[in-house]
């Protein structure tokens, strides 16, 4: 059986900020699936140390990292077989809230820190060093947080192989050259081949130039990334890389997300049987205050930034309001889009709905009540939301990027029986508005409208076949270091 260690920072349902904590649980255990034994590492977070004692767990050993003395605590990710090990060390990591800001929002003053000893003890583990009778054949590491991984593991002759998966470019750990100096890293590392990006020292790079193979979380986004446009200055180490460079699109957790069975909803229904997304629309109307009346209703989750094209969506808004339109909203992020939002919201009560914060439950229930639901992000590693909207039979109008384009099929490109959603391709508020005036349009014919919805439900989203593509990968990556296969 081959042994894999799966190294992240935040993993569904222990600490989540966004799309990496849902592969990170459903990846893992879809590959226990197939007989591989994966094993999951994460920071030992307040919540996360909590659950496990829910779960139950121990602690299996002690050891000093430079300064700081660190337990490795053993557990379950909730709900499945998968074993999950905490890194506890409570100065760094016993900290409420965000994983990686403070209460006022700012990054923690010592990231670079907390995720140089995560990625020591990351190491550790991976070479037998951390007194564990478990050592894996595989690395795979998940975004910057765990970049310096490959970097430590490069000076050993056995060490095992490794995996680097970017589900965001834009997140690059960055820091000053003081904090290259104060992490003790060598100074040959110090180029820009390596560790050093534009005079500063790049966490990402590590993964990116060290590990046998990088993939990313959708083909389209695999390609993107190795132009100017949308390679944040690192398309050219990629295009570089592009070799050992693939794209697995994401799946979904189809028991989290499927509206036959959702207890967040109070009424399911099916491809075959969509009569009851109407009440879960009357239903989502009546908790958050909007008139009942039946849609067109519109949805969006996310975080309030940049990437996600919510000026966009804002500029787009009223016009659609005037049509007639509802709109629902949930999500947090930064006052320049907050309170744009709020502001609409207090003009158009009854019609508009804001939830800022996260919420769950509320997510689930938006997703099955609305009809249509926007993802103008200027651009999207793969883009979760998409596929939860398509399963639950809403209609998703996307900006044609990343995995957003890989997933979502226009009637203008491939004709309304094989289409399940719209997008578009300028960048600009006047496109999302073209785009879901052309959605508004075919949502008046009902036939039309039912075959998006039931050829967009009809997908099979599961981790299943995508976990089989990263098992091929191990295995490749194995075969080319050389070493025995072990299933
Ligand atoms: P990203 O990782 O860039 O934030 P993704 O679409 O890959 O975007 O994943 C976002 C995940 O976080 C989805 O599961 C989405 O439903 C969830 N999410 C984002 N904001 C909220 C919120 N305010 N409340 C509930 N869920 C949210």
Known sequence: MIRVLYVTSEVFPLIKTGGLADVSASLPEALCRLEYDVQILLPGY???????????????????????????????????????????CPPLFDRPGNPYKNEEGKDWWDNAHRFDLFGQVGAMIAMGEAGLDWKPDL?????????????????????????????????????????FHALKLPDSLWRLEQLEFFDQLSFIKGGLVFSDRITTVSPGYAREIQTPEFGHGLDGLLRHRQQALTGILNGIDTRVW???????????????????????????????????????????????????????????MPELLEQGCQFVILGSGEACYEEPLKELARQWPG???????????????????????????????????????????????????????????????????????????GASAESLLDASKRALQLFQNTKHWRQLQKNG???????????????????????????????
């Not at 998940?142 to 997140?171: C, K």
């Open 258 to 316: 499927n509206p036959e069975q959702d207890p967040a909803l109070a009424f399911h229904y099916g491809q075959d049987h969509l009569k009851n997304k109407a009440h879960c629309q009357a239903s989502l109307q009546l908790e958050l205050g909007l008139e009942l009346k039946g849609g067109p209703v519109l949805g969006f989750i996310g975080r309030l930034v940049e990437q996600k094209g919510v000026d966009w969506l804002i500029a787009a």
């Open 139 to 179: 690395v795979h590491c998940n975004d910057w947080q765990t970049g310096l991984i490959p970097v430590f593991l490069e000076t050993y002759q056995d060490r095992p192989g490794t995996v680097f998966t970017i589900h965001n470019l834009a997140y690059q750990g960055l820091f000053p050259h003081d904090t």
């Open 351 to 425: 019609k508009m709905s804001l939830t800022l914060g996260y919420n769950e439950a509320l997510a689930h229930r938006l997703t099955a009540g609305c009809d249509l639901f926007l993802m103008p992000s200027r651009f999207e590693p793969c883009g979760l939301n998409q596929m939860y909207s398509l399963r639950y039979g809403t209609v998703p109008v996307v900006h044609r990027v990343g995995g957003l384009a890989d997933t979502v099929q226009d009637p203008q490109d491939v004709g309304i029986d094989k289409a399940n959603g719209f997008s578009f391709t």
């Open 46 to 88: 307040p919540d996360a140390l909590k659950a496990a004692r829910k779960t139950g767990s121990s602690q299996r050993v002690s050891f000093q990292v430079g300064q700081y003395t660190v337990s490795l605590w053993q557990t379950r990710l909730p709900g499945t077989a998968v074993t999950l090990w905490l890194v506890d």
């Open 457 to 487: 439900m009809a997908i099979d989203y599961s981790w299943k076949q995508r976990a089989r593509t990263y098992a091929s990968l191990y295995q490749r990556i194995l075969k080319e270091r050389d070493q025995p296969q072990l299933d």
